[in-house]
Structures are given as C-alpha cells and as structure tokens.
C-alpha cells in the first residue's frame, strides 16, 4: 500500500456530488503537509511534482468539493451504454482483492479475441440474462447503489468516451481495468493524480484507480501513468508483443505496483500455473502475486 505522503484535507461529510464536480486544476488548494504542516498547493504544477498518493486520497478530494458552498453540477447529454454484462461482487486481482465493487463490462475490444485468445470474458454483444443492454447514466448510478467502488472493464472500456458515466458516479472510486492499447485525450495522468478533460477544456483531479493488464500494442505511456500493473504469465495468446517476466520486473524496479497472475481457465484455476507464479513472486519479490480470487470463490 502506497504511503500517504499528501492528503487533501477532507470537508465535510455530507456533501452531495451530482453527475459529476470535483476540485478544477487551477484553483488553489490547501493540504496538509506529512509533518503537518499545511502548504499551499495550486494547478498541475503539483501534479508535475510527483507527489504520491493513497488510493483513497482521491476520495478525499472529491469529497471536499462543494465545501458547504452547494452542490457542483455538471450538465451533460445523456446517452445510453452498451454493456455486456453487469454484476456486483468482491475483486478477485490487485491491491483491492476482496473489496465489494460493482462491475460494467462494456461491449466491445480493440484487441479482440483474435488477439487474446485465452480471455475469460464475454464482450462482444449485450447479453440479458446477464444484466447486459442499453443503460443510462442515471440508471447504473441507482443500480450502483451504495457501493463505493465500480469497475468500468471490457473488453476494452476506454475504447469509450467514458466521461459522462464517471462524473455521473460522483464520488464513487472509479476503477479503469485497461489493456493499454489507448490513451484517450481526455484522461491524463501527473504526479501519480488522474484528470479528467472536460468538453470545455477544464482538467479536473478525479477519484479514478487505472489497472493495466498489458496486451499486445500496449503503450508505455500508458503503463507508467497506471495505479498499479498487471502481467498475466505466459500472456493471452501465442502471438508477439505479450509483456514479458523481464518486462514485469523492469515496471517494478521502476517503482510499479505490478502485480503476475497465472493464466487460469475461464472459472477455475490452474493450479500448475498458479505454482510457476508462486515460484516467480519468490524469484523477484518486488512482485506481488494475484490469484484471481473470486475463481477461487466460485464468484463472477
């Protein structure tokens, strides 16, 4: 778990988010210093000055927003969302294994099947019996409920223009499960913050979590903007470009979350697999494993 080093101090607790709001880059803020001491902290110059953060000091500061002064609303057109499947269940891979997310799997995958052929998911159509079809913002915020985490996964989601669903979120920790293959123009990265580019051009700090799971075509860039890292051992498919064992242990040496995982079947593990991992995360112990717990469970 990664050091709080900078924590936004919080407001109060019942501030309201609606569709959206969280502190613009350029407005000057006040945090609290790991001594205590409070400094002043302004604009992505204190992106750009690498401070380090704890998953949920995202929260925070989107907690803040409003500081009793009301409610920030963010107007945007509401469209309907193609998922293949939606589900509420504990994560099974990364540092938030065993936390109660809820899940939104969006249709479709510029990698493909093609590509990863051992993928475990289903993405190319809506499927019904699985909580799949056309949803609007406002309807999966009241699916959501009162869980704190979404997973927004695929395929491959950020093939989307995920914006409106996020700030309609609101508070809620987003997690971006990525083959980071792309890097869209509205989500950018600095000081270990993700920001938002609003349609007008406004960079907001936002309460995202981004797991990249590398696949063939993956961007570096991409990788190193990531919260935490993810190699699956041996890779999805035969073919090249699939990150490495040496890939893996470069990421973390470079001070990466990165997690290797074993190469499981669709619902169950594969306990050879699982071995040769456990080997690995003994070899290099800047590793961290993931199991996939909830094929462990017996859980979606």
Known sequence: MGPP??????????????????????????ALHPHGREHRRGGAAAAARGLQRHPRAHLRDAERVGGGEGVIHVTMPSTRIPLAERFKAVQGEGLYTGTPMAFLRTVGCSVGHSVCTHCDTQFEQMYPNLGGGLYTVEELAEWVGSYKHVVLTGGEPLDRDLRELIFGLGTRLCHIETSGTVQPSWLLT???????????????????????????????????????????????GSGPGWPT????????????RVYVQPRNGVKTIDHMALDETLGVVDDYPQLRLSAQLHKFLGVR
């Open 245 to 256: 064992l040496t890939d893996a242990v470069r990421w973390a040496d470079e001070g990466k």
């Open 5 to 30: 080093l900078h924590a936004a101090r919080q407001g109060p607790a019942d501030v309201e988010l609606q569709a959206g709001g969280a502190r613009p880059v350029g407005r000057v803020s006040r």
């Open 190 to 236: 600095g000081g270990g913050r993700h920001y938002i580019r609003r349609t007008d051009g406004r960079l907001y700090n936002w309460p995202l979590w981004v797991t990249v799971s590398p696949k063939p075509g993956y961007l570096e860039q991409m990788v190193k903007d990531a919260d935490e890292v993810k190699v699956i051992l041996g890779g999805l």
